[in-house]
């Protein structure tokens, strides 16, 4: 399973970018850009969606992939069954805040 990062990179060498050109196109530093392949520092959410611009990728899956990371790294030390429980937690709380959402739209 590939990291947020290392998918970045390889849609990067895929398309036969160095690091420079890509860096310049989100207007950050290539070290920045660096550091998002290997994982040292996260991309901001506007960051992500200019790299799925770029690399004419998924914005969804780009997405998907960097949130799915960011949650992981934040639980990443934690004992796995307060790990598992705080993600569902999460997901209930999404879930809920997606149907209040919902409603409060069919309304207006």
């Known amino acids: 399973m590939n990291s947020f990062g290392e998918t970045i990179k390889k849609l990067r060498e895929a398309k036969k970018q160095p690091l420079r050109v890509v860096a310049s196109f989100l207007d950050i ?18 960051q992500v969606r200019k790299m799925a611009k770029y690399f004419n990728a998924s914005e969804k899956e ?23 429980q705080a993600l569902q937690l999460a997901e209930e709380k999404v879930a809920f ?6 409603s409060r739209k069919n309304k207006e």
């Open 29 to 46: 530093d290539q070290a920045i850009l660096s550091k998002f392949e290997t994982g040292s520092r996260f991309a901001s959410r506007e």
């Open 62 to 84: 780009l997405l998907i992939a960097w949130l799915a990371e960011r949650l992981f790294r934040e639980v990443e030390g934690e004992d796995e069954k307060f790990a598992t």
């Open 97 to 102: 805040n997606s149907a209040k959402k919902y």
